[in-house]
């Protein structure tokens, strides 16, 4: 190719970029540059937490004295028995658990449990201070469309949110994947991936949100099952900054370590969290495979506390 003729190429390729970076821009705005990431880091810090069930059979308050000598802020994930035990040792609850992924407003038949749970949470997340109560959308059932199904969540979600605004506390809708995760042995993980989980786009969840219409219902960002369902983390993180209401993180793949074996990386993501102004809980939800797991939580909190 002559000089002339790439020039030419050149400024065409940068013409249709500038076209289509417009038209990026005029529907999905961004918030901050990469650089603006980095100088913001230090005057926002991540408020870490860690999902407690990652860490089983390990006894939950000794877990919780070593998230208090590492500088994690607080648990969740955790039974509640365990509650008053946890924040006597000076940590917090960042995030109520309730309906559990499988038992979904989805189905209709799950309205009544999902919605005495959701309240139960709401009361005990006011009784502990905790910020938030976790929903979910529930497994995909026979005879139920898609739009049947947003239209049963909504409807339950409905019922709750009055009461949720009154006691000034957030329900937040988690994303999980919905791919199956072998083990070693051939067997199916079950916390690694939720086959039949309906609401296993990162996009429809944030549809759900955003019909739903109050500040008290946010999404449940996870990062590690956004990796594996819709990737674009940091984009995707940015798209939905102002209805993001909770973070959870772990390494893919595998849900491991947030190590040098897996593919996430992970102080861009934390940068780019802290420059949206985000002041809720990042939780540490990965499932440690080292001979040490305070060592892999220890190393999580480091990497993340950007």
């Given amino acids: 190719m002559k000089r002339r003729e790439f020039l030419t190429a050149q400024a065409a390729l940068v013409g249709g970029a500038a076209l289509v970076g417009n038209r990026l821009a005029a529907h999905e705005p961004l918030v901050q540059s990469d650089g603006a990431d980095a100088a913001k880091a230090s005057a926002n810090p991540i408020r870490q937490s860690v999902m407690g069930w990652c860490f089983n059979p390990m006894d939950t308050l000794t877990l919780a004295k070593h ?13 509640p028995n365990h ?29 009544a ?8 949470g709401i009361d005990l997340a006011v009784q502990y201070g905790a910020p938030n109560v976790i929903t979910f959308t529930g497994m995909r059932k026979a005879g139920i469309s898609d739009e049947a199904a947003r239209r049963n969540c909504l409807d339950c979600w409905k019922r709750v949110i009055g009461y949720a605004e009154e006691k000034n506390v957030g329900l937040v809708l988690e994303h999980l994947n919905s791919k199956a995760h072998k083990n070693a042995d051939g067997t199916i993980h079950p916390m690694k991936g939720h086959p039949g989980y309906w609401g296993d786009d ?11 219409g109050s500040e008290k219902f946010k999404l449940l960002f996870d990062i ?10 940091i984009e995707n993180l940015r798209r939905y900054r102002t209805i993001t209401g909770h973070y959870h993180t772990a390494g893919n793949p595998g849900r491991r370590e947030l190590d040098d074996q897996q593919e996430i990386n992970y102080p861009p993501i934390m940068r780019a969290i802290q420059a949206s102004d985000y002041n809720g809980y990042v939780a540490q939800e990965f499932i440690p495979t ?17």
């Fill in 224 to 233: 590690y099952h956004v990796q594996i369902m819709n990737g674009d983390l």
């Fill in 202 to 212: 990162i996009h429809l969840c944030a549809e759900l949100v955003n019909e739903m």
């Fill in 67 to 79: 998230c208090k000598a590492i500088g994690l802020e607080a648990m969740e994930g955790i039974s």
């Fill in 290 to 306: 080292s001979d040490d797991p305070i060592a892999s939580l220890q190393q999580a909190f480091d990497l993340c506390n950007v």
């Fill in 113 to 120: 449990e999902v919605e005495s749970k959701l309240r139960n």
């Fill in 83 to 111: 509650y008053d035990a946890v924040t006597k040792l000076g940590l917090k609850i960042s995030l109520v658990g309730s309906h559990g992924f499988a038992t979904g407003p989805l189905d209709p038949e799950n309205h």
